[in-house]
């Protein structure tokens, strides 16, 4: 494995040469390489409405080679925190079925977290999610910051339980997330019934529609989060749709009304020092884009995400 790039990343070499790994981070060699584990989960088999989020990987570790290391505004350096590797994307064998797709992914994620590696899943759609609650939550049910125009607590939509709407009502029911250690963070768009809205606010999961995050601003919803979470082992769930459609029209179901990039980048610095177990950032779909502009907010939010999972390893 010689020929591959070196296991510290130059990062003053010309970044947009070699393999797109996301953000030029080595290709792990072996699962021990790595403290975090950057992945793609190229899969869009389990959505609802417009597809190709299964071309969001590749084109996110892409537009990744316009991330720096340095955050301008926390001056962390995940690289100098962390051992960060591109372990490179979860492998299918059954992409027509979403349950095996799932195993896979559960799989995958779940040999990670075996291996004390903090897994950062790049997708796909929002099923993902799923497995790999199911590969982080090992030890009883965790804390969940989901951001997201839709609370994805709905039930089965053409036959499948696990539809891409779906998998935080699964997550409460197989017992892998704790509902009153939830928040879900700028919700909107119109449904065709209440059903999954109600469901959130009665199982005890704190919803936040994002006319409250545009009232109270950003800084104060990730405050409330922080307290909520406290120092529970937490997971956190970025769906790129979150954004309103003027920043990232290369998703499946757009809603109007959403989180600039900035209120994300501001939202996600304030939920620094929080006890992560994994993270994932999911459904960007580069056919639905335009130009590229999706696929560099969603590298340039999954590099913050990259930030607060890489604190868990500062001394
Ligand atoms: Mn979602
Ligand atoms: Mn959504």
């Not at 100098?80 to 590797?85: N, P, S």
């Amino acid at each position: 494995m010689s020929f591959r790039p070196p296991a510290a990343p130059d990062r003053f070499a010309p970044r947009f040469a070699e393999l797109a790994t996301f953000m030029r981070a080595p290709l792990a060699e072996a699962i021990t390489d790595a403290d975090i584990g950057i992945f793609g989960i190229p899969y869009d088999g389990a959505l609802t409405n417009r597809p190709g989020a299964r071309h969001g990987p590749r084109e996110i570790r892409n537009q990744s080679s316009l991330i720096r290391a340095v955050n301008h505004a926390t001056r962390v350096d995940p690289f100098a925190l962390a051992r960060v590797r591109d372990m490179g994307d979860v492998p299918f064998e059954s992409m027509f079925d979403i349950e095996a797709t799932h195993e896979a992914i559960a799989r995958f994620s779940g040999d990670l977290v075996a291996a004390k590696v903090l897994p950062l899943g790049i997708g796909g759609d929002h099923s993902v999610s799923l497995p790999l609650l199911r590969a982080v939550a090992t030890g009883g049910p965790v804390a969940l910051i989901h951001v997201d125009a839709h609370t994805d607590t709905w039930d089965s939509f053409q036959g499948s339980k696990f539809n891409h709407g779906a998998p935080f009502r699964r997550a409460v029911e197989e017992g892998l997330i704790d509902p009153t250690a939830t928040i879900q963070i700028g919700i909107r768009g119109t449904q065709n019934a209440a059903e999954g809205w109600d469901y959130s606010e009665s199982c005890g999961m704190r919803v936040v529609f994002c006319e409250e995050l545009h009232d109270r601003g950003p800084q104060a919803i990730a405050e409330e989060a922080r307290a909520l979470v406290g120092d529970r082992a937490v997971y956190l769930s970025f769906d790129i749709d979150s954004l309103d459609p003027v920043y990232a029209p290369g998703t499946g179901t757009p809603e109007i009304g959403g989180m600039t990039t900035h209120q994300a980048q501001v939202l996600l610095r304030g939920l620094r020092g929080l006890q992560y177990v994994g993270a994932d950032l999911v459904e960007v779909s580069p056919p639905l884009d335009n130009g590229t502009v999706t696929s560099l907010a969603g590298a340039a939010l999954s590099y913050e995400i990259l930030c607060l999972l890489a604190e868990r390893f500062a001394t």
